[in-house]
């Protein structure tokens, strides 16, 4: 094992691993606007709609990503290429079990940083 | 990639630990040279997972007709849950965020810290090393005025491992080696700096001088 090896990070990789309260907002409430989108629109749209085969493809043939990518990023592909395809659960038209009612919100989203 | 299936840490311990592995290959299986589980992958046993869990009742129909929404193997074949919340996401999202070499960076960091404290404690001469090994440091309060007595040190160590866990200053686990009771610290945390092991060390010193004082 290389006793050079750095103790400590270079600072942008440490701003990666401990973000401020201004990134942890920013990032927060763009999650929180999805998913606000995301539960209010459900009833609205198809009950089911499958994941195309060609984005399917493309989840699992992906390689795993070498560097590290922008929460934007990563957040406008979620949106773009996850979220438009539940499994139906959740929408009040799906009747195979499973829901999301929205007060489970505040202990998902609580429940991210304990580790009892 | 696929978000939905989980185990892709993994791939990132993997990536980040090659290195010591292959420096222990030899050790772990019998001298070929690769270990058997040096292949990253999703997940390692996916067929013995679906042996074992595959349950499917007539209320879940699987014709195995892919082109259809009940052809492709449920989830809830692999595990006890029915269905599950979207677990996945969170590694699918982490690996994107960092990339493999941010994992390798970060665990390579943890292992060089270990190091790290593993020469404080070398350097100082009322601790004992036991182990280190990837992040991990087995230590113990053992001052040259023990002469080595297991019994004393064990009850030593326990009282100081209390002790130091209610002063909430820093928290230790801890194990047995070859029979003796040890402290043992692990890294993981990418806040974690060297001031801060530093800082445990002489914490440590500090409360085993102590007790060893009061006659523990």
């Keep these: ?116 | 990639m696929n978000p939905s299936v989980a185990g892709g840490n993994h791939a990132a311990t993997y990536a980040a630990s090659q290195r010591w592995l292959d420096g222990h290959a030899n050790r772990s299986s019998g001298g070929s040279g690769s270990t058997s589980r040096s292949k990253p992958g999703w997940c390692w046993y996916a067929t013995a997972m679906r042996d074992t869990f595959s349950l499917v009742p007539p209320y879940l129909r699987n014709d195995g007709n892919t082109d259809e929404v009940f052809g492709p193997p449920w989830f809830s074949e692999y595990g006890f849950q029915q269905t599950r919340g979207f677990r996945a996401l969170k590694v699918w999202m982490s690996l994107k965020y960092h990339g493999l070499s941010g994992y390798a960076e970060a665990i390579t960091r943890d292992i060089a810290l270990a190091e790290y404290l593993a020469r404080l404690v070398d350097a100082s001469a009322d601790l004992g090393r036991l182990a280190t090994g990837l992040n991990i440091v087995c230590f113990r309060y053992a001052p040259p005025s023990s002469h080595g007595d297991a019994a004393r040190l064990d009850a030593l160590n326990k009282m100081l491992l209390e002790t130091l866990q209610r002063r909430e200053q820093a928290f230790l686990s801890s194990t047995t080696l070859d029979g003796m009771f040890v402290l043992r610290a692990c890294i993981i945390n990418p806040r974690t700096q060297p001031g801060d092991l530093e800082c445990l060390v002489a914490l440590v010193r500090e409360l085993g001088a102590q007790l060893a004082g009061g006659g523990v």
């Design chain 1, 1 to 116: 094992m290389p006793e050079s090896a750095a103790l400590e990070f270079a600072p942008e990789m440490r701003q990666r691993w401990d973000w401020s309260t201004d990134d942890m907002r920013h990032c927060g409430h763009l999650v929180v606007d999805l998913i606000a989108h995301h539960l209010t629109s459900l009833p609205e749209r198809p009950v089911f709609r499958p994941l195309p085969p060609e984005l399917a493809e493309r989840f699992r043939s992906a390689a795993l990503p070498l560097t590290g990518q922008d929460p934007e990023e990563i957040l406008a592909e979620f949106a773009r290429d996850v979220e438009p395809y539940p499994f139906g659960n959740g929408h009040p038209h799906a009747f195979m079990g499973g829901s999301t009612p929205p007060r489970r919100l505040l202990g998902s989203l609580l429940r991210c940083w304990p580790r009892p």
